[in-house]
């Protein structure tokens, strides 16, 4: 197997027509590595990857994959394969014929191309469905073919376009898992659209946050948690109060460091707070989730573990006060 290969673009721009999808974007992904695009409907993940992968043509800028600018490259000599949201199997094929068709097509002897596809199909765990149609297989299980049939090429880097959107929560979470397995063992870069910020968080070595054509922030999971750049992505990212702070402008404010009192006992010593009047709030099983109506902000979030919420419950209506420490405040690029 092929070891993963570096991607770098540069001033990568595409536009279609006169709308800009994809505006002058430069990110280093390391050879090896697990990286998620994310980001909203329309900011240009997918531009990103098709331009990445040869199916879409690069306006301006370049896409390097090693040493190589590939813009010209056509995709089968790029070293990279797709593995596409719907999987696209072909329906009249077994799974041995569906995965060894790549090598057919580059005329490998019959014999040694389904022995390679059963070799891959056992490490995607699908050995014992060899001989099954797409349609006598699940969902979950079409989509290990689907993945055997992209890796079967060897590629140094796998782009993988929105993967898990079509399976049910339970099954998305168990290939997430796997494909987090397989990219560890092969060390295969991996190149991965969501929408998703917990698929990005779970997965990512280096996730790139996108908005509207340009890049965000692109870290380490926990550096994007803990030190978002922007507004944008401390909100796309979850888990934050964005509010103006005095003296320091905009900042993100961890909704799991607030604490909540009394409105009417005296504010402690050493904290910010606010306060404000509980409008909702929402069980998620180890923490609750409370939305506030303080003045200043439009939306207020306070997470809550759920057996310290439910040894004193605040109800709709209860007046509040939030605090928090000075360290739990966050800045953010004005
Ligand atoms: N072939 C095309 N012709 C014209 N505009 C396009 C084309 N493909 C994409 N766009 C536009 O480019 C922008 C970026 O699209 P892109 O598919 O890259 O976004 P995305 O982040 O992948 O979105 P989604 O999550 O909805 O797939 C959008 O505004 C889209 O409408």
Redesign the pocket.
Known sequence: MRSGAAVELIALT?S??R?V??NRIDLRIPAGSYCCFL????????????MIAGHEEVSDGDVLIGDTVVNDVPPAKRGTAMMFQSYALFPHLDCVENVAFSLKMRGVPKAQRRERARAMLETVHMGAYAGRLPSQLSGGQQQRVALARALITEPGVLLLD?PLSALDPFLRDRMREELKRLQTDLGITFIH?T?SQSEAMALADLVVV?NE?RIEQAAAPRDLYNAPRTAFVARFIGGHNVLTHDGLGPVALRTDRIALTDAAAPPPDGVFHVEGTVNAFEYHGSSVQLSLAVPGADEFTVVMDEARFFAAPLGVGARVRAAWRDGDVHRLQA
């Open positions: 595409k279609y027509g709308s999808a994809v980001g909203p409907s329309g900011c240009g993940k997918t531009s990103t990857l098709r929105e659209v929408h996108m054509g």
